[in-house]
């Protein structure tokens, strides 16, 4: 599959809401497991006919909210374990995911936005790779 629409999801459940909906419209798709996060990636072909390039759009931003809460919760499906992990972009483009016990990042996330987690995340991971000896008081 040359140029491909891609869908991330992180479980199987919803993944299989999404196959679902594919096989409905007689779409082919190529599935594959993204090496950081162990997330399922479903590819399509471009080229699909805009309104119904839209529809799938709408139920993939539907299903990455239920595939969202259900990580949060760390609620297992039948298919995979529970796992929670970070996001890490490194300043050299390397990305990688530091795993997470699930109870902990649900409990992070009951005080504090996803957004906000990020941020925070964002911060160690520049002070680790540019460290900065000086006085925090005579930081900007």
Known sequence: MNEALEYLFFTQTIADKFIT???????????????????????????????????????????????????????????SKSTAGIYLQLANGNQTIAQVDPSIMSRILTVITTEELNAFVDTIVRSVEIPDDSPICKRL
């Open 21 to 79: 909906a594919l096989s409905n419209h007689n779409l082919h798709f190529e599935r594959e497991i993204e090496t950081v996060q162990g997330a399922i990636v479903l590819k399509i072909a471009e080229g699909v006919d805009d309104d119904l390039w839209d529809e799938l759009d709408d139920l993939y931003d539907e299903l990455s909210d239920e595939d969202q809460a259900l990580v949060e919760a760390g609620i297992e499906d039948d298919d």
